[in-house]
């Protein structure tokens, strides 16, 4: 597996976790990282990604505030900090390299994925 998304855990809401995703490869320095979720019985959702100096972020409305997503290239590890989480939170967490060096919230435009870690938010 290329890519490994680990931190994944159980939490009460209000609470918060930390993702990270790493890099064996050390592929992704050049790319666009980003992270997407899938909750039980729904389709996979963008998250947030980062381009690839980090410069610019993207997230979706629903976690605007809450997340931050970082990266270190030194270190071939992209993070995604979650705070104030919400029982809607819970899904398996997915990272995903991009083909570009841009961020996007486009699916497609991801070409490399990481195993999933779950993370359940309990009210």
């Given amino acids: 597996v290329q890519l490994q998304a680990s931190g994944g855990g159980l939490v009460q809401a209000g609470g918060y976790l930390r993702l990270s995703c790493a890099d064996s490869r050390r592929t992704f320095s050049n ?16 998250v947030a990604a980062i381009s690839w100096r980090g410069g610019t972020t993207y997230y979706t409305d629903s976690v ?25 939170d819970t899904a398996v967490y997915y990272c995903a390299r991009s083909r570009f060096s841009y961020g996007s919230r486009g699916q497609a435009d991801f070409n490399a994925w990481g195993q999933g870690t779950l993370v359940t938010v309990s009210s």
Avoid at 35 to 45: D, N, S, V, Y
């Fill in 31 to 46: 790319n666009a990282v980003g992270w997407f979720r899938q909750a039980p019985g729904k389709e996979r959702e963008f």
């Fill in 64 to 88: 605007k505030g809450r997340f931050t997503i970082s990266r270190d290239n030194a270190k071939n590890m992209v993070y995604l900090q979650m705070n104030s989480l919400k029982p809607e």
